[in-house]
């Protein structure tokens, strides 16, 4: 099972469990403004001079230098309808097709509005291909992976295993959605989801966390 990560242009992990994820990937894109810190950091991550598989996105960003000297790699997208994470995940998809597990990393930090907008296209990727922490058949597992969290889309109900203690926030944006939970200090029962702040801040009350939806919906899972 391959493992791709895409590389956004937020705040470039540091911490060692997302390190070991872009270390050990099959794959790489880089989104274009993404680039340049890949190529900073690299030689204190990987013992060779590894270069991503694409770098992907409008090109705003990337140097005409590094765009003639990476031109092998280079893939411009000049539609503006969606953001280069967006145009990168599918361009994964398209090419790697049978890619099993895909994590997002450096799509936090910086910006407040692309780490809300960032975030929130994990649930987009869910709906428009069950891609998702609990992924469709034929559909791959993905998340997005910071220095503090793990965050991943839910489209109806499961189990997760966290870890008793561990801070866990869930966001929906269908406030029709009721979700009964077992395992957290604080039960969902009765959450209205008509707010962002309504499931978040919750804390693990024991190693597994069982969510029990009222219909198939989306929701998306913080675990820090």
Known sequence: MKTAVILGAGDFPRAEYPLYLLRQ???IICCDDAFEGFLKHRDNIFKEKRLPDAIVGDMDSLSPKLRKEYSSIVHHFTEQEHNDQTKAFR???????NVGIVHILGATGKREVHTIGNMSLLMEYAREC???????KGAPYVDMVSDRATIFAVTDSCSLQVGEGR???IFSPDNSLNIKSSGLQWPLDHVVFDNWWKATLNRASADTVTLTFSHPSIALIVLE
């Open 91 to 97: 361009f994964l998809m398209e090419h790697w097709p």
């Open 167 to 169: 801070p866990v926030s």
């Open 130 to 136: 069950g891609a998702c922490g609990f992924p469709a």
């Open 25 to 27: 990937a099959d794959i």
